[in-house]
């Protein structure tokens, strides 16, 4: 089953069985909730680029932030659309799901029982229409960051910097920071573009998308092509 679920900035794609998705939406407004008031208290951490001291205490969803941005070198809020949809999955885990893809704008979190596409989409000609196959039995975070395409903030020009991790909160954080190492076109740019992940834990791989260079670094799902479909693109 699949469902449309929005909360204000929270644009999220739900799949699951009915129950799970219903325990889903529930961590999704909890968790904004108490990242709202959070905010109220701290409203620096809501708009600041740069790593964040954190607090000794705070919620479980801005703790999670905090770790993933000063994991990678940027702001806590960068990883805020992956963070949600994590704590999601794992609100419908902890229920008994089995399959659950939780997706927040184009970054993804999932457990799945099957085989599964996740589509890339970077704009342009059908060449860059690609998806990550993604086996069963895998709990992955699929994120993608864009200079071009969509409402993300990137200091870079790509079109799509996605990022795979055990962790969706820490994929997303690092999609942004790889997405702003980039702002020619060279393939030399693109290709020292993966220093700003390669040493950090949990970082399975990574793909670049800019014109017509792609480049990839670290461990990735087999990669196919793929038609475009609404059913499994994401969009950053």
């Not at 979190?109 to 690609?130: E, M, N, Q, W």
């Not at 699929?142 to 071009?148: D, E, K, L, Q």
């Not at 795979?164 to 573009?193: F, P």
Request: with cysteine; proline share 6%.
């Amino acid at each position: 089953m699949k469902s449309r679920f929005q909360l204000k900035e929270t644009v999220v794609t739900i799949i699951s069985d009915a129950p799970y998705i219903e325990a889903a939406r529930q961590a999704i407004m909890e968790h904004r909730r108490q990242l709202e008031r959070y905010i109220t208290f701290d409203p620096f951490f809501r708009v600041t680029m740069e790593p964040h001291p954190m607090p000794e205490e705070r919620p479980e969803i801005v703790k999670r932030l905090f770790l993933a941005g000063n994991a990678v070198g940027v702001g806590p809020m960068a990883a805020v659309a992956g963070t949600i949809a994590e704590l999601a999955v794992e609100a419908a885990l902890d229920k008994g799901a089995k399959h659950v893809i939780v997706d927040n704008g184009g970054d993804i979190a999932l457990f799945t029982d099957k085989p599964v596409l996740v589509g890339i989409y970077a704009g342009g000609s059908a060449a860059k229409h690609l998806a990550f196959q993604v086996e069963a039995h895998e709990s992955k975070g699929i994120c993608t960051s864009s200079g071009r395409v969509g409402p993300s903030i990137s200091f870079g020009n790509v079109d799509a910097a996605t990022v795979i991790a055990k962790s969706a909160s820490l994929a997303d954080a690092a999609a942004t920071a790889l997405g702003n190492t980039v702002v020619g076109n060279s393939k030399k740019e693109i290709e020292g573009a993966f220093d700003v992940i390669k040493s950090v834990d949990g970082i399975e791989g990574a793909i670049l998308i800019k014109d017509d260079h792609i480049g990839m670094w670290g461990k990735l799902p087999k990669i196919v092509k793929a038609p475009v479909n609404p059913d499994f693109i994401t969009r950053p």
